[in-house]
């Protein structure tokens, strides 16, 4: 490019900024005069919602994702082997304690049963045989006739025979266990789940029959970061800690009443968590086993706190902020600190505020620092401009329009 034309380009440069300045000097409505009545001062206030700063008793919560655990859960298998000749459980549906849940051909247990009974029959006849004779080669007109030895002999033979029978009633215990191990009964009060063997097969005792789960109550098990070990354990030592259920789609409580039960003897050291459980009545089966959940702790009330809408709180480049309405309905921008919050449209707040104070909850983007305000109660609207506040409005833009000509 030629030197005259960077000289020109620089010319009609300079020309525009100039026609821009000069623009900005003198446009209509500017820079007014206090009492101008294009001036801040006689802005119109806006209209904004309010709220006063109240004193509350708000509980502390910790919150966890968690997952739901059954109290007792069972793996049937069978103590013997043999045919499983039926079923007497419905998949999916209670059971009680004791009830029968499956039967394995008996035939040769009751066998085995019956022979132990048998041979006790036999040595309780030889014993009732040696016992006899002892006592007649005890008696006094026997007694003379008897050697010693043959008499020592007699008295082994019944203490023989007592061990026999002893040993007998032993193995008929034993058999009567194994025949009873042919009807399976359930150990616990719950919940069926899906068989593991069907009728006719041959069982042993690796087989499952089925796997029952407790469910009332139920556990949930969560973690907690290991900087909150000492305030639960401060306060599980006051009064036991509720801790309420949670779906993990929108926080909606899906089971209450619960109790922290155990805190973890160690913490995670490749997580640096620890573990806690809680037990909770499931009454209505809310909870069901393994199932994620969201876990609410409940650790202390705190009392008087000051609480506030959270859509009262505004993010600024120095922290959180409110607009706080003066005396004289102008508002400025008071830093806060929120300690928590309380429920799902409250704040804490731990400095920056007290009690009965007015902050702006609706409305904020129309202020700034000075800006005058209506103050209107949650729900109220402003009340419409008068025949009056027309007219002034309404010679203020005529005004406007001649001094922009």
């Keep these: 490019m030629s030197r005259f034309w960077k000289i020109a380009l620089i010319v009609v440069a300079v020309v525009v900024l100039a026609i821009v300045a000069v623009r900005l000097l003198h446009k209509p409505g500017g820079a007014g005069k ?14 904004v919602t309010v709220v006063p700063v109240v004193k509350e008793n708000v509980p502390v919560y910790l919150t966890a994702l968690g997952t739901v655990q059954a109290l007792n859960t069972i793996t049937v298998n069978p103590q013997v082997g043999g045919q499983l000749m039926s079923l007497d459980f419905t998949e999916g549906q209670p059971v009680k304690k004791g009830q ?3 039967q394995i051909d008996p035939r040769t247990y009751q066998a085995a049963y019956d022979q132990a009974v048998s041979k006790r029959s036999q040595d309780q006849a030889l014993l009732a045989t040696a016992h006899s004779n002892y006592q007649r080669s005890q008696s006094p007109q026997y007694k003379q006739y008897v050697a010693q030895a043959d008499l020592v002999t007699q008295r082994n033979t019944v203490t023989q025979y007592q061990a026999a029978v002893a040993a ?3 193995a008929i215990s034993s058999a009567k266990t194994q025949l009873d191990y042919t009807q399976i009964r359930s150990p616990i009060d719950g919940l069926a ?4 063997v069907d009728p006719g097969n041959v069982v042993t005792t690796a087989s499952t029959i089925v796997t029952l789960t407790q469910l009332h109550p139920i556990n949930v098990m969560f973690t907690l970061p290991e900087q909150n070990l000492d305030l639960v354990r401060k306060a599980q030592m006051e009064a036991p800690l ?7 789609v ?6 209450t009443g619960g109790v922290l039960k155990v805190v973890d003897n160690q913490i995670d050291t490749t997580t640096g968590t620890f573990r806690l459980k809680s037990e909770f009545p499931n009454e ?13 702790l409940q650790v ?3 009392d008087g706190a000051l609480v506030i809408p959270a859509e009262a709180v505004q993010r600024g480049p120095d922290g959180d902020y409110v607009y706080q309405v003066q005396g004289d309905n102008t508002v400025k921008m008071q830093p806060v600190v929120v300690a928590g919050e309380v429920g799902d449209s409250h704040v804490m707040i731990g400095s920056g505020l007290n009690v009965g104070e007015q902050v702006v909850t609706e409305g904020q983007f129309r202020l700034k620092p000075g800006s005058k305000v209506t103050p209107l109660k949650p729900g109220e609207v402003p009340p419409a401009p008068s025949t009056a506040e027309l007219q002034k409005a309404k010679q203020q833009g005529k005004g406007g329009s001649r001094r922009g000509r």
């Design 242 to 248: 509720q801790v309420t259920a949670l779906d993990r």
């Design 193 to 196: 789940g899906i068989r593991g």
């Design 250 to 255: 929108d926080a909606h409580p899906v089971a």
């Design 168 to 170: 007998d009633d032993a």
């Design 284 to 296: 209505k089966n809310e909870l069901w086993p393994g199932q994620f959940v969201n876990v609410r």
């Design 100 to 102: 029968l849940l499956a």
């Design 34 to 47: 206090p009492g101008d009545a294009g001036g801040k001062d006689n802005a119109p206030p806006v209209p």
């Design 300 to 302: 202390r009330v705190d």
